[in-house]
Nanobody, 125 residues
């Protein structure tokens, strides 16, 4: 049974930084890629960033490009999301996710097979 556990959320002032961590347990070696998604109150879940598990490929939402960086440590089965220059509109619950296959020809778009519980990020103005 694969489990994804996020940590690193919290409250930060606008312009500040946070780093999220997603630790995978179970059988993460079978992952194709891992990603971060977020959902703000009253809004739909949106893609934030993704990283291939076996290549240098990364993908970002336009809203976070240049501010967020996704990385991974395969030895630790962990994915990170470094978030800099945070804005109030980044406030949301952030979830990590993992996918086993390249569904629909995309290595980073939905759907994903496994999801974490999420961690709250609040950016104050």
């Amino acid at each position: 049974q694969v489990q994804l556990v996020e940590s690193g959320g919290g409250l930060v002032q606008a312009g500040g930084s946070l780093r999220l961590t997603c630790a995978a347990s179970g059988r993460p070696s079978g992952f194709r890629s891992m990603g971060w998604f977020r959902q703000a109150p009253g809004k739909e879940r949106e893609f934030v960033a993704a990283i291939s598990w076996s290549s240098p490929s990364t993908a970002y939402a336009d809203s976070v490009k240049g501010r967020f960086t996704i990385s991974r440590d395969n030895a630790k089965n962990t994915v990170y999301l470094q978030m800099n220059s945070l804005k109030p509109e980044d406030t949301a619950i952030y979830c990590c996710a993992a996918k086993k296959e390249m569904y629909g020809g995309s290595w980073y778009r939905l759907p994903y097979d496994y999801w974490g519980q999420g961690t709250q990020i609040t950016v104050s103005s």
